[in-house]
């Protein structure tokens, strides 16, 4: 039996290396990365998967020719027009769901390929049910006692013309009037304004849209979390991302993970922004470069500054997933600390199923190996 026990755990290690180099590259890509935002949908409603093109180093991907294919992780089939599914199908360099489920909840892998180089990129995809709108809502801040605006993100792929939104707002579940003098909702976009902004004024915000296709209407909502900060706080640094306290990617996988700060009114070289690992520098922890951290990006949105310090992984290894990754934001007037993890993906079971025929075969040749043996043993024994 220990002979027997060593076979099956032979193959078992095989089998895993196997698997992860399936997921990692199952058109023979040679670089797969992982989008670093994550969607975050509700049940029942429209969504929409667009394929970015990540840039790692001297490799630019948006130079690639627009051709697109998609799976999902831990399948081999291919996801193709509406014509062979009406609710799930890519269009271009979109995954269109018509409407998204529960079960849709997933990693989904697009591939981008010309005909001398090719990448796959991992997105990862968590459907929730509507009553858990607020565990998933945009955070937004703005500062009190000024004009302030909140925007309903993600909803330009619904409106090819970008114009013409039509939203209807509420303010912790209550809807918000057209004539109302605190709130003035500007038609035809996606903003909220708001004059002036109170403390008082923090909590939930719904945004919801009607998208008519093909003689179906869907609803789309998006909720926002807005954070009120006072007037004597703007300089003070607040991280807006990462929002989630893990992140999950592929064995051997590239990966950009971000860290974005609000630093309002304030100027951009007032506050340093700088990821740790394991409360060290970087690159004191990943002596090799194999994680580095990229060039600072200074941004301006709706008059309002942010920095941007991505932290970059060339190669995703084992040693990563017990890693403790920080962003650090600070300026001589406070600070913020935003920790978060790496973890490993979950391997569908798929994989599991397709490794029963193998684990099978390895029984077999233990168990005539070990019969041989025997045999061997008592023939010997008889002379």
Not at 55 to 69: E, G, M, Q, R, V
Not at 74 to 100: C, H, Q, Y
């Amino acid at each position: 039996m220990r002979g027997l026990f060593f076979v099956l755990v032979t193959c078992t290690a095989g089998a895993s290396a196997f698997r992860f180099q399936q997921v990692k590259s199952m058109e023979n890509c040679p670089d797969h990365t992982v989008f670093f935002k994550h969607y975050y949908e509700l049940h029942g409603e429209p969504v929409v998967l667009k394929c970015p093109s990540p840039s790692y180093k001297h490799l630019d991907f948006s130079a690639l020719t627009p051709n697109i294919t998609w799976h999902k992780n831990g399948s081999k089939t291919m996801i193709s027009g509406r014509d062979e599914d009406p609710r799930i199908w890519a269009k271009e360099n979109a995954l269109w769901f018509l409407p998204v489920m529960l079960e849709d909840s997933g990693v989904y892998i697009c591939t981008k390929r010309n005909s001398s180089y090719c990448v796959e990129v991992s997105i990862h995809l968590t459907v929730v049910e509507k009553t858990a709108a607020q565990e998933i809502a945009y955070p937004q801040v703005l500062f009190t006692f000024t004009s302030g605006k909140i925007v309903c993100p993600d909803l330009w792929d619904f409106s090819p013309n970008r114009t013409s939104l039509e939203l209807k707002w509420y303010k912790d579940a209550l809807p918000l009037e057209d004539n109302n003098e605190k709130f003035i909702i500007l038609k035809g976009s996606n903003s909220l304004i708001m004059t002036p902004v109170l403390p008082t004024d923090a909590g939930y915000y719904t945004c919801k849209m009607s998208f008519p296709f093909e003689g179906v209407m869907y609803e789309i909502t998006r909720t926002i979390q807005l954070e009120t900060v006072e007037r004597e706080k703007r300089i003070t640094p607040i991280i807006v991302y990462p929002t989630q306290k893990t992140t999950s990617t592929v064995l051997g996988s590239k990966m950009t993970l971000p860290c974005k700060v609000f630093v309002g009114l304030s100027s951009h070289v007032q506050t340093d922004v700088e990821w740790l690992a394991n409360d060290t520098s970087v690159d004191v922890v990943y002596k090799q470069s194999r994680v580095t951290e990229g060039e600072r990006q200074e941004i301006v949105e709706n008059g309002e500054n942010f920095i941007e310090v991505p932290l970059i992984f060339d190669s995703v290894e084992e040693m990563d997933f017990y890693t403790d990754f920080t962003c650090l934001a600070q300026n001589r007037y406070g600070y913020q600390v935003l920790p978060t993890r790496v973890k490993q993906e979950a391997v569908g079971l798929s994989w599991y199923i397709a490794m029963i025929p193998i684990a099978l075969a390895c029984v077999i040749v233990g168990g005539i190996c070990w019969k041989r043996r025997d045999d061997k043993g008592y023939s010997i024994a008889k002379v």
